[in-house]
């Protein structure tokens, strides 16, 4: 919720007279919640209770990192359960889908395996907090029942992608990748040569702004799940 992008986007958002809503997943930031309990089920229920909270037309979701993960997944809820309306359009930064398997599990050395599945849970440093990333067997074997990148991905909705090409957690290929199974919906990817995995620079928080523009006017009514 206190990101400099969340931060920022909140302020753009009452710039252009637009209702916005932030919040932590649990496990994060000033939600409640041991990370260790955490899974990508839990985390999609809380996304899907707070978009449905708000009854007052569309919404445009967006997601960075692992939150553009699970705004997918929730598109994905929506589009199965009859409720594809309440979505206006998603915006994914550095969307890390599949986060679990294709960048975690894939990607770990066979130390890291065998934690996983003896111990429960491996530790490694986090390279955005003072507290080390958890990466549990419950995660992980949680995470493969909502895998993505199988098969064609649908939104409903308009889908805009911002992904650095210097991101070393989540590799602009990936976004390739992703872009490659959006099918039947309209969907951008804008690649910044020089971005990381943040994108929280002015010039890339610009890119973010104009994306909103482009989806949104700035009339009452209108809610921005972050």
Request: charged share 25%.
């Given at each position: 919720m206190e990101s400099t992008k969340a931060s920022a986007?909140?302020?753009?958002?009452?710039?252009?007279?637009?209702?916005?809503?932030?919040?932590?997943?649990?496990?994060?930031?000033?939600?409640?919640?041991?990370?260790?309990?955490?899974?990508?089920?839990?985390?999609?229920?809380?996304?899907?209770?707070?978009?449905?909270?708000?009854?007052?037309?569309?919404?445009?979701?967006?997601?960075?990192?692992?939150?553009?993960?699970l705004a997918l997944l929730a598109a994905r809820a929506l589009i199965q359960s009859g409720e594809a309306e309440r979505l206006a359009g998603l915006i994914l930064i550095a969307p890390a889908?599949?986060?679990?398997?294709?960048?975690?599990?894939?990607?770990?050395?066979?130390?890291?395996?065998?934690?996983?599945?003896?111990?429960?849970?491996?530790?490694?440093?986090?390279?955005?907090?003072?507290?080390?990333?958890?990466?549990?067997?419950?995660l992980i074997e949680d995470g493969r029942t909502h895998l993505l990148l199988g098969g064609m991905i649908r939104t409903s909705c308009p889908t805009v992608?911002?992904?650095?090409?210097?991101?070393?957690?989540?590799?602009y290929r990936h976004a390739l990748a992703l872009m490659e199974r959006l099918g039947g919906d309209p969907a951008t990817l804008t690649l910044v040569k020089d971005g990381d995995h943040r994108l929280?620079?002015?010039?890339?928080?610009?890119?973010?702004?104009?994306a909103v523009g482009r989806m949104v006017s700035p009339e009452p009514g209108w809610r921005l799940p972050v």
């Amino acid at each position: 919720m206190e990101s400099t992008k969340a931060s920022a986007l909140d302020a753009e958002a009452e710039r252009l007279g637009l209702a916005l809503l932030r919040f932590d997943y649990s496990g994060h930031g000033r939600s409640e919640g041991r990370l260790e309990d955490a899974t990508i089920s839990r985390w999609l229920e809380e996304t899907l209770a707070l978009v449905r909270a708000e009854t007052v037309g569309p919404q445009v979701v967006l997601g960075s990192s692992m939150g553009g993960y699970l705004a997918l997944l929730a598109a994905r809820a929506l589009i199965q359960s009859g409720e594809a309306e309440r979505l206006a359009g998603l915006i994914l930064i550095a969307p890390a889908v599949d986060f679990t398997e294709a960048l975690i599990w894939e990607r770990a050395p066979e130390e890291a395996r065998r934690a996983i599945m003896e111990d429960g849970a491996w530790r490694r440093p986090s390279a955005y907090s003072d507290e080390p990333d958890v990466f549990t067997r419950a995660l992980i074997e949680d995470g493969r029942t909502h895998l993505l990148l199988g098969g064609m991905i649908r939104t409903s909705c308009p889908t805009v992608v911002l992904q650095g090409m210097r991101d070393e957690d989540v590799p602009y290929r990936h976004a390739l990748a992703l872009m490659e199974r959006l099918g039947g919906d309209p969907a951008t990817l804008t690649l910044v040569k020089d971005g990381d995995h943040r994108l929280s620079r002015p010039q890339d928080l610009r890119l973010l702004f104009d994306a909103v523009g482009r989806m949104v006017s700035p009339e009452p009514g209108w809610r921005l799940p972050v």
